[in-house]
């Protein structure tokens, strides 16, 4: 018998999921198999045949335990001595929207693959957004 395969052009649906009061890791790991299409029969792993995610209300989301100052996101400038960290509260202050979509590209491949499978992902901190023309379904986790 022979396996047959997905083509690259599969049909792409848009999901609109509310993060007001979601647990930020359970929200991005629903979001990250949406994203590569686990959910779907035709799942193929080496192709991108997920859907579409817009997250709204990203300042609401929760997190448990005491991540809110214990966990803290870093990154480097290029220059000596320029390691930059900040809190998980700062970073839902300031860049909420960045809080989400971190979580969930660390979920995604970590190669070419993923970083085309992030893209399909929109996030704002509004519960207003403009991918209206594309009639996204409501999901609920």
């Given at each position: 018998m022979k396996t047959t395969w997905i083509k690259e052009n599969a049909p792409k649906q848009?999901?609109?999921v509310d993060a007001t009061d979601k647990v930020l890791g359970r929200l991005a790991s629903e979001i990250a198999m949406i994203l590569m299409g686990k959910r779907k029969a035709i799942y193929t792993p080496f192709i991108d045949s997920g859907d579409f995610v817009v997250v709204t209300n990203a300042h609401k989301v929760k997190v448990t335990g005491n991540k809110l100052k214990d966990k803290k996101y870093y990154w480097h400038s290029g220059y000596f001595g320029g390691l930059k960290e900040r809190t998980?509260?700062?970073m839902l202050?300031?860049?909420p929207e960045e809080v989400i979509y971190l979580a969930v590209k660390k979920m995604l491949p970590k190669n070419r693959l993923g970083r085309k499978m992030i893209k399909k992902l929109k996030v704002y901190t509004t519960p207003d957004h403009p991918h209206t023309a594309q009639k996204p379904?409501?999901?609920?986790?």
């Open positions: 848009w999901f609109e998980l509260e700062k202050q300031e860049k379904v409501k999901l609920e986790f």
